[in-house]
């Protein structure tokens, strides 16, 4: 559709709420919004002037739309994010973030276990968190297990001990798997310990307290005095910990704007302490303002069921339907919640230190982009070529003796590394330990399929190796017609292999350059050839170990997972299994006869 039927199309949409999507010529989603009036709201897209310039670039795009009603703009609020994460649409503001929070999981055992929790699939217990990053929540593990000495071992490990293991050699661990303390007292541990990760260190040390005065009073005094020196680390760590505030929980949120590019720092307040903050670096694509930025932040990332709700939530910049905001929160969080800002107190302190911070991280990102972006500009004048170099792709091999063959692509942009598009190839069909036939074939792989799905292309590949490795992406470049298009570089070790020695080969193969030690162009190359190695050799481990754990067993139909390990519990392990007989094999759960031949066949043919 056109512009005018575009227009004729949203006058006849209802005045209902709802979220609408805006799709390209390619059925693409750009853009996913949500309105209270759905009538009125699409159609301010289509009026003949229009404020924003870059909203003007986005309509031109527009195809097609699609609307969906919902009952409240509540659930409209909800549908949007949901939407604007599954389809990432290029117009939409996205807050990147690929790693999920830490958390601590206690588990629901007669003698429970605390661990190191990362992920979504979260098992039955209790969790604690999130932490804004794994060293903090390591440190607190560390903590209660030199206070409390819970159990952080696996529940197959628990059960099958018969002496105590390192763990409480060291006081990290009360033995309860042999009996060293009575299910009574692990528990009040446990329970002293779930206090501690609410923040409520108070009431944790008057109950220690009390304990070590009863120890005295009963003459016991080497409990009393593991009570004492329970306070005293945990008076220690108190001192240390710098308080914020006398609220329980609570974030705040500070948002800055320069240069088209924004920062929000996420500070996680628990127990009135700071546990740490979190930065997010959002693109600015319709000239979003600090309370646009804040208030579609706090939709994506509280929608987000990994990640605690506060019940208060403080900000910079108040968004401007920080009401509808409130509602949906606390729809789903089940209890109140307020999200406020404040200039005076402890709180405007807060807020900031939280907006300072901001500030610096985001000059600094500003000052690295500058320079990797004076980089890239070196590297255009070492490749003589007047074509920007704004896209490097380097290639890697990594093997032992030609086994398990792994080839990696990492990809960086003008502003580093692009993770989300890095990609291994498992290398078949050549003469072992044959780096060059393996080049070859990831460079085809690779840039057959980016031809075919119309992908991104590099302005230059990046290849760790030398003349050999360089020759063979040349030749699969060329039989793909791309050696017109797309530079070389190899970047081969010094004989030495030291980093500062190596030695670059450009495109042809006949130009060689030594850059000094420390040229910042080099630096980059070695940064960009590092993480192809780390991401190559991180494949091949996996892979080799998939392979270990491969077996027999594996390869015959009707054998999965479940009655692999009822097998070899049954029998010990696969010697056993080969040497029982068919009668023996029918005998274990979940195997019939039927099966059971076909068990012995496959061990013995």
Known sequence: MNKTELKKF??????????????????????????????????????????????????????????????????????????????????NILFRDDKSYPFLSLSRNDFPRLSLFRGKNKADGNYYGPYPNTGVAKRTL???????RIRQCNDTFFRNRQRPCLQYQIKRCSAPCVGFINHQDYLKDVDLAVHLLKGNNEQVLHSLGMSMQQAAQHLDFEKAATYRNQISTLRQYHNSQHIVTDAGESDII???????????????IRGGRNLGNKSFF??????????????????????????????HIYVSHKPDESNLLESLLTKIQGSTIRIQTGNRGEKGKQLRMALHNASMTLTQRLAQGQKYTQRLEKIQQLMATDKPIERIECFDISHISGEQTVASCVVFGKEGAIKSEYRRFNIEGINKADDYAAMNQ?????????????????????IDG??????????????????????????????????????????????????????????LLQEIRDEAHRFAITGHRQRRKKQQNHSLLDEI?????????????????????????????????????????????????
């Open 10 to 91: 949203a006058v006849t949409l209802t005045t209902q709420p709802g979220v609408y999507r805006m799709y390209d010529t390619d059925g693409k989603v750009i853009y996913v919004g949500k309105a209270k009036n759905l009538k009125n709201r699409v159609s301010s897209y289509f009026r003949d002037t229009v404020d924003s310039v870059k909203t003007m670039a986005m309509v031109k795009h527009i195809h097609s739309l699609e609307i969906t009603i919902t009952e409240t703009e509540v659930d409209a609020l909800l549908l949007e994010s949901n939407l604007i994460k599954e389809y990432r649409p290029k117009y």
């Open 142 to 148: 560390n903590l209660i297990q030199k206070i409390f």
């Open 254 to 268: 500070a948002c800055t704007i320069n240069a088209d590019m924004a920062c929000l720092q996420l500070f996680t």
């Open 282 to 311: 959002p693109v600015i694509k319709m000239g979003e303002s600090a309370e646009d930025l804040i208030g579609t932040f706090i939709t994506q990332y509280y929608s987000d069921s990994s990640n605690v709700i506060p019940s």
């Open 442 to 462: 990831v460079i085809l792989r690779r840039y057959s399929r980016r031809i075919k799905d119309q992908g991104l292309l590099p302005d230059l590949i990046l």
């Open 466 to 523: 030398g003349k050999g490795q360089l020759a063979m992406a040349r030749q699969a470049i060329s039989s793909v017609q791309l050696d017109t298009k797309i530079l070389l570089m190899g970047i081969a070790k010094g004989p030495a292999r030291k980093p500062g020695l190596e030695t670059l080969i450009l495109t042809d193969g006949k130009r060689k350059i030594q850059l000094p030690p420390d040229s910042p162009v080099l630096h």
């Open 557 to 605: 139909e009707g054998i999965g997972a479940k009655r692999k390990q009822q097998l070899l519990l049954y029998f010990g392990g696969l010697q056993q299994i080969s040497g029982a007989r068919t009668e023996e094999l029918a005998n274990v759960p979940g195997i019939n006869k039927n099966l059971a031949q076909k068990i012995y066949d496959t061990l013995h043919s």
